[in-house]
């Protein structure tokens, strides 16, 4: 390869160059970006104290935030380019950048950093990346793991352009597979406190009352017969804050490696006046058995507080799952997610995900369980909006929340006391399973132009009981003392099913994440819901022949049978004796820009259990970013084999291991015999291309 490389001579395939600004890259998506016209942001050469800050003649200083080492000022709409000319011409400041929102996320904003991610083409050596860092003034920074070829690099104070810029010249090079700017979006926590206070934990168990039928709890107590948890079980809860002196937070061994990633240091505590949300949850799964307060799905096991920045950016991923990784976490609890209609994740935020949950828990992987979000939105799909108000929303509105499509998680949905839909939860073909929680209206609002807009009303009275946790100490949290029980939404639901997996792996410690996960779905209750939905009027509590449910995932979780199918599955030999090895070589066209995709099957005759496997898959397309891989089992269960990350090569000839891909570590233990299908499915238009055979190879 030429290693002379000029970034003039570049243009960005698909992209029009009057468009370089505002279109944003993003695990294998392109998003539209608008500039906000009142707010701008700027790196200080040096540490600006908050005084000197409120003191510049350039605009209204808002807010720092400290992970990017930004500052965000706002102005009047007409005064915007004035005032970032004259925050760069002052010496004090590095550079300034606009902000940007994605189009149709209303009150979404979009803050640039320094840190762009490039992935090269494999055949790419040393001195041609070097000469295309050189020529964007880029300075390379660290390998991104799990992802080959791919590194994150900074823009440095000589670069010309912004990140967006700069990653969309890059992604029209030959030698780059994806490019992508880190970008920081805040955090939404998926939590609206709304129900009174109820003395007693009715999710846990109950034998019936008011606002309680049959059969809505989680069962816990007979999961308890065999086990209240372990301490070696470690329940990484990620979240705003944590009251760490709370009587239910107390015991020996009961929290191992706090973090505050916010203040940089080890304390998760609460600011002043703030109210913890993380004391909350983190109640729910693991508050400790003292004979006092209240108690926990999983009481003996650990808690791992880690308390995030509240801004979703790569860099803070990567610190919040890498240090679950390292410290040991078995289970990552998130109740929160983007503020945004419309997020997919970056390739660096997928990538740390999916090593938490194939290379954690010394490589069975962490079990991860993300709240489904309180919108009563589509986890990912379409909805057409009426009724908001001054129209902020309006027409076909896609939604899309990449934790919780994310395949290596598990997204968490809600239901009510009276084992009905939560009318906030959100739903779709990605939810795992669902959790008791309360009930209310949906809770997504946006904040835009100084107004605050929230989702059209729900007409009708909504029954069900709220949650009994714990809550930060005296008066400063939801409710004067020590205890709410005014908490609710899917932020409920999902530390409950995290508690209910600490359980199992607590009986079970040899359960990789995706064993874990297909025993939560398979003993699931099939709580149904006939009514329709009050405000979309949808009906989606039902379950399809694969035995999911829009509304529900594979139903609500059901500690006792989870407890005991982990019981059973103690001492499973994973070592295979015999090779069977099926082959399907005719070819077929994948479809262009179609979600039904393809599939092509192999069946298996023999019986024995699945101890290892293999698949290798040749695939001809004109650009093989656009594609997914999955395998699917006889069982019905999908295992994404390949992500979008493939970028601009051609051809695939690929094979797929537990070594390679240990997410295949869920198929092991199941029948070998049966019906196995390799899905292919072309996301984007244009390009095309075939599957010309596959092979599978299963030790038995």
């Known amino acids: 390869m030429n290693d002379r490389v000029n970034s003039s001579d570049f243009t960005t395939t698909g992209v029009p160059a009057s468009s370089l600004g505002v279109v944003l890259q993003r695990g294998g998506e392109e998003l539209i970006l608008e500039k906000v016209l009142d707010r701008f942001t700027i790196r200080p050469t040096t540490d600006f104290p908050p005084q000197q800050l409120s003191q510049v003649t350039w605009g209204i200083w808002q807010q720092s935030i400290p992970q990017a080492k930004l500052e965000l000022f706002t102005v009047a709409p007409n005064q915007l380019e004035s005032a970032m000319a004259k925050a760069r011409a002052d010496r004090n ?353 946006f904040q835009d132009k100084g107004y605050i807009f929230t989702q059209p009303a729900i007409a009708t009275s909504l029954t069900g009981l709220g949650m009994l946790t714990t809550d930060q100490l005296g008066s400063a949290g939801y409710d004067p003392g020590n205890f709410t029980g005014n908490f609710g939404g899917t932020s409920s639901a999902t530390p409950v099913v995290a508690g209910v997996a600490a359980l199992v792996l607590s009986a079970n410690p040899d359960l990789t994440a995706q064993q874990v996960k297909r025993i939560l779905q398979e003993t699931a209750d099939k709580i149904v819901d006939s009514d329709p939905d009050p405000q979309l009027s949808l009906r989606a509590g039902t379950y399809d022949g694969d035995g999911h449910s829009q509304w529900f995932g594979y139903g609500k979780v059901n500690a006792a049978r989870a407890v005991q199918a982990a019981q059973q599955q103690r001492g499973v030999t994973s070592t295979a004796t015999k090779q069977v090895t099926g082959n399907n070589n005719s070819q077929v066209a994948i479809p262009d820009n179609d979600l039904q995709g393809i599939k092509s099957a192999i069946a298996i005759s023999e019986s024995g259990v699945v101890k290892d496997i293999q698949i290798t898959a040749n695939i001809t397309h004109d650009y093989l970013g656009d594609l997914e891989i999955y395998l699917i089992a006889p069982t019905n269960q999908q295992v994404l084999l390949q992500n979008r990350t493939l970028g601009r090569g051609t051809k695939l000839q690929m094979t797929y291991t537990v070594r390679s891909h240990p997410i295949l570590k869920q198929l092991l233990s199941i029948s070998a015999q049966g019906r196995w299908q390799l899905w292919i499915i072309d996301y984007a238009v244009q390009d095309v291309g075939r599957l010309n055979n596959w092979e599978l190879t299963l030790g038995i």
């Not at 070097?130 to 390998?143: G, M």
């Not at 804050?241 to 929290?255: E, I, M, T, W, Y």
């Not at 090593?355 to 962490?366: I, P, Y």
């Open 93 to 445: 400041v590095a550079f300034a950048s606009h902000v940007y929102a994605i189009k149709a996320n209303p009150g979404t904003f979009v803050y640039l950093n320094d840190q762009i991610t490039i992935q090269f083409v494999s055949e790419v050596d040393t001195a041609t990346i070097n000469a295309i860092s050189a020529a964007f003034n880029l300075v390379q920074e660290k390998p991104v793991l799990g992802i080959p070829n791919a590194f994150v690099f900074l823009v440095s104070k000589q670069a010309t352009e912004n990140p967006i810029k700069i990653t969309n010249q890059l992604q029209g090079l030959k030698e780059v597979l994806a490019a992508e700017p880190n970008i920081l979006i805040q955090t939404q926590s998926h939590y609206k406190p709304r129900d009174p206070l109820y003395p007693q934990q009715w999710y846990l168990n109950h034998n019936g009352g008011n606002q309680l039928v049959v059969g809505s709890h989680i069962s816990v107590e007979k999961a308890w017969d065999i086990t209240r948890g372990l301490r070696s079980v470690v329940v990484a809860v990620v979240d705003d804050s944590f009251d760490l002196n709370h009587p239910d937070f107390q015991g020996s061994g009961k929290v191992v490696a706090p973090r505050d990633f916010k203040q940089k240091d080890f304390l998760p505590l609460p600011d002043d006046n703030e109210t913890s949300h993380g004391t909350a949850c983190a109640g729910l799964a693991v508050a400790e058995e003292n004979g006092t307060g209240i108690v926990g799905v999983a009481p003996g096991c650990a808690l791992m507080p880690i308390r995030s920045t509240g801004f979703l950016d790569d860099e803070s991923i990567e610190e919040i799952f890498n240090w679950a990784i390292e410290k040991g976490a078995s289970v990552i609890s998130c109740s929160w997610g983007a503020s945004a209609v419309y997020f997919p994740l970056s390739l660096r935020q997928k990538a740390v995900i999916t090593r938490a949950a194939t290379k954690g828990r010394n490589g069975k992987g962490c079990v991860i369980v993300f709240a489904a979000g309180n919108a009563n939105r589509p986890v990912n799909g379409t909805i057409n909006e009426q009724n908001w108000p001054e129209n902020i929303l309006k027409g076909n509105v896609d939604w899309l929340s990449g934790f919780s499509v994310h395949p290596d998680v598990m997204a968490i949905a809600a239901s009510t006391s009276l084992n009905k839909k939560a009318a906030y939860s959100n739903w779709g073909t990605s939810i795992s399973v669902c959790a008791p929680s309360n009930n209310a209206p949906p809770g997504m609002s």
